[in-house]
T-cell receptor
Framework: DSGVTQTPKHLITATGQRVTLRCSPRSGDLSVYWYQQSLDQGLQFLIQYYNGEERAKGNILERFSAQQFPDLHSELNLSSLELGDSALYFC?????????????FGPGTRLTVT | AQKVTQAQTEISVVEKEDVTLDCVYETRDTTYYLFWYKQPPSGELVFLIRRNSFDEQNEISGRYSWNFQKSTSSFNFTITASQVVDSAVYFCALSERAAGNKLTFGGGTRVLVKP
């Protein structure tokens, strides 16, 4: 158990809908990262937050947004869902935002868009 | 731009055989970190090791060992005396100091250990 929690574990929804994925980092970790794992694109970095502020953006679609709250939990919002958004979404956390720190991953949320 | 290549998509071995996973990376940064993660069939990503670009010492942890060679931009991973529980997908990843702490992953190598 990495100490990072993600809910829900599974999510099935229809095209055009909007969903929210939730992540709670390990105790003491200030930085949260979101990654998408799909068969087509592999594991891709989406976005990073550090202590409530956005720090880095990767290949995140405009339909997707995220935020980190004062209690450090984070939410990833996916809207106008398409079939291609079906993937495993991971949240990871690290102590700080620097490259020196390893990231610990949550169990992931498997999103299926039908 | 940073890039990680794992040329082997799948490796199948019989229990107790050694298996080596290749990882080749590209980066323009002089300060970077390399990682290996394991993804068992249950799906979670398990951190295995982190190396920084200034430390080329090989590392051994139980049946796992890592060989970092800057001259060939490689960070290979060997499982000695493999066990069925080693069956998983293994990912090599890179983070560059200049690009923050985001991880760039290779495509992964699926290891199947047969009894």
């Amino acid at each position: 158990d990495s100490g990072v929690t993600q809910t829900p574990k599974h999510l099935i929804t229809a095209t055009g809908q909007r969903v929210t994925l939730r992540c709670s980092p390990r105790s003491g970790d200030l930085s949260v990262y979101w990654y998408q794992q799909s068969l087509d694109q592999g594991l891709q970095f989406l976005i990073q937050y550090y202590n409530g502020e956005e720090r880095a953006k990767g290949n995140i679609l405009e339909r997707f947004s995220a935020q980190q709250f004062p209690d450090l939990h984070s939410e990833l919002n996916l809207s106008s869902l398409e079939l291609g958004d079906s993937a495993l979404y991971f949240c990871a956390s690290s102590v700080d935002q620097d490259t020196a720190y390893e990231q610990y991953f949550g169990p992931g949320t498997r999103l299926t868009v039908t | 731009a940073q890039k990680v290549t794992q040329a082997q998509t799948e490796i199948s071995v019989v229990e107790k055989e050694d298996v080596t996973l290749d990882c080749v990376y590209e980066t323009r940064d002089t300060t970077y970190y390399l990682f290996w993660y394991k993804q068992p069939p249950s799906g979670e990503l398990v951190f295995l090791i982190r190396r920084n670009s200034f430390d080329e010492q090989n590392e051994i942890s139980g049946r796992y060992s890592w060989n970092f060679q800057k001259s060939t931009s490689s960070f290979n991973f060997t499982i000695t005396a493999s066990q069925v529980v080693d069956s998983a997908v293994y990912f090599c990843a890179l983070s560059e100091r200049a690009a923050g702490n985001k991880l760039t992953f290779g495509g992964g190598t699926r290891v199947l250990v047969k009894p």
